[in-house]
């Protein structure tokens, strides 16, 4: 359990450091390197993410049909993030980068949206074991 909130606060605080960098986005920007530091971050949560799906594994999420279904719907997420991240590899390659981190950004968003399904799985195991 102190392992799932460590890995709540990393995602936390990684999603508040790209939200600061995100709102100094002006005209003139290297959207190349913004590209690349995006792509860190999701590559960060993605192994976050990965964990996380491991450890609610062995809570035995399974058991509960509704904890089922969220984690149905938080894969959705991720599948979307993976289409999302071709977009962006693609227009990368082709030297598009200002489209390609919007793209990046894009992927960001999903993950986010996959890491609060899985927050909430947490919640509700963890809630009714006690």
Request: aromatic share 10%.
């Amino acid at each position: 359990m102190r392992r799932i909130f460590r890995i709540e606060l990393i995602l936390f605080a990684i999603v508040a450091l790209l939200g600061l960098g995100v709102a100094n986005v002006q005209a003139g920007t290297n959207y190349k390197k913004l590209y690349f530091k995006t792509i860190k971050t999701n590559d960060g949560i993605r192994a976050q993410i990965k964990a996380a799906k491991k450890q609610l594994k062995k809570l035995g999420y399974e058991k509960n049909a509704t904890a089922v279904q969220i984690m149905s719907d938080a894969n959705d997420q991720i599948r979307y993030a993976n289409e999302v991240r071709a977009k962006a590899d693609k227009l990368a390659k082709e030297g598009k980068y200002k489209a390609a981190y919007l793209w990046a950004y894009q992927e960001f968003q999903y993950l986010v949206k996959a890491v609060v399904k899985l927050h909430v799985i947490q919640n509700l195991i963890t809630t009714k074991k006690k």
